[in-house]
T-cell receptor, first 116, second 112 residues
Framework: GDSVTQMEGPVTLSEEAFLTINCTYTATGYPSLFWYVQYPGEGLQLLLKATKADDKGSNKGFEATYRKETTSFHLEKGSVQVSDSAVYFCALSETVIKAAGNKLTFGGGTRVLVKP | DAGVTQSPTHLIKTRGQQVTLRCSPKSGHDTVSWYQQALGQGPQFIFQYYEEEERQRGNFPDRFSGHQFPNYSSELNVNALLLGDSALYLC???????????FGEGSRLTVL
């Protein structure tokens, strides 16, 4: 079945440091790929997505490129801020029923702590 | 515009009891999905409701059941609670035209 593997945290960084969170996936078809973020005490928020190979998703300074050849979707940000402290989840969706909306398979999450 | 709202936010039950969690989708959304997020883990898909019917289901036992009402709101019911059912239960809504999920803040269930 489908699965998502992401690096375990916590990842502790200083402000303005470069952030990379690795994510690899296993899927039978051609999934869409997502990064969600969960801030303390809040629900999951979609950070960015990519729907086909070589697509780059970007938002709020974060980027991730859909790499079909390496089945990866690594998240990067060039200069993190304290406000980026959160748990980040990589996820995929293989929508079997087109009109049904995304059924997501999530990775285990990576906690990121940015210190001033 | 209210987003996805869930209730209750926290609750404590004992083994063997039953629990009902509620979800109101984002305005304009017609599909509701439920996820279970155990502590320190990623969310796992329980099931999805569309047009008041269960459309997709994950690998969860029949103790987990749900319902969608004509106003698109939804309930998640769990019977015969086990300690392992302790988790954050997330509701997500979407519209069939886009499929993008919007998540609520969750209901945290503790089973003692």
């Amino acid at each position: 079945g489908d699965s998502v593997t992401q690096m375990e945290g916590p990842v502790t960084l200083s402000e303005e440091a470069f952030l990379t969170i690795n994510c690899t996936y296993t899927a039978t078809g051609y999934p869409s790929l997502f990064w969600y973020v969960q801030y303390p005490g809040e629900g999951l928020q979609l950070l960015l997505k990519a729907t086909k190979a070589d697509d780059k998703g970007s938002n709020k300074g974060f980027e991730a490129t859909y790499r079909k050849e390496t089945t990866s979707f690594h998240l990067e940000k060039g200069s993190v801020q304290v406000s980026d402290s959160a748990v980040y989840f990589c996820a995929l969706s293989e929508t079997v029923i087109k009109a049904a909306g995304n059924k997501l398979t999530f990775g285990g999450g990576t906690r990121v702590l940015v210190k001033p | 515009d209210a987003g996805v709202t869930q209730s209750p936010t926290h609750l404590i039950k004992t083994r063997g009891q039953q629990v009902t969690l509620r979800c109101s989708p984002k305005s304009g959304h017609d599909t509701v999905s439920w996820y279970q997020q155990a502590l320190g883990q990623g969310p796992q898909f329980i099931f999805q409701y569309y047009e008041e019917e269960e459309r997709q289901r994950g690998n969860f036992p029949d103790r987990f059941s749900g319902h969608q009402f004509p106003n698109y709101s939804s309930e998640l019911n769990v019977n015969a609670l086990l300690l392992g059912d302790s988790a954050l239960y997330l509701c997500a809504s979407s519209h069939t035209s886009s499929g993008e999920l919007f998540f609520g803040e969750g209901s945290r269930l503790t089973v003692l």
